[in-house]
């Protein structure tokens, strides 16, 4: 038992107590509940695999989903530029890194990528999500 309303919180406290008792798996297993960025980088940096089906696992599998173009899933993305193409053909460069510290404290980094041409643009009002 854990003092965490939900599941997310409990995962770390949980895996060291088992290896306080020198128990340790190579492969963790964990459902949409577990799923966040602060999991997955303590399971990686203590060397385990994860396998935590991803919290819009359902949503992904949805038409609405796949046909919303404003979502970077459904953009192609080219690594070696590190841009995203939109449904315009228009690339969406890199412009910064934006930060956030949830309540445990832990600090999530998430790229921001931005269009410079879409005046005009006959898809602008189904790709931006915000004005």
Known sequence: ???NPTDVRTLVPFLS??????????????????ESEE?????????????IKPQNYEKQKTRKFKQDISRAE?????EETDTYTCANNKKLEFKYISKRKNKS???SEK????CNKCEGCPFAEKCKKTS
């Open 1 to 3: 038992m854990f003092p």
């Open 17 to 34: 107590v088992l290896e306080s008792k020198n128990l340790k798996f190579e492969n963790i297993v964990a459902d949409a509940g577990y």
């Open 39 to 51: 999991n997955y980088e303590y399971l990686f940096n203590n060397n385990y695999t994860p396998y």
């Open 74 to 78: 459904n953009m192609s993305f080219n």
């Open 105 to 107: 404290g832990h600090i």
């Open 111 to 114: 790229k921001v990528y931005e």
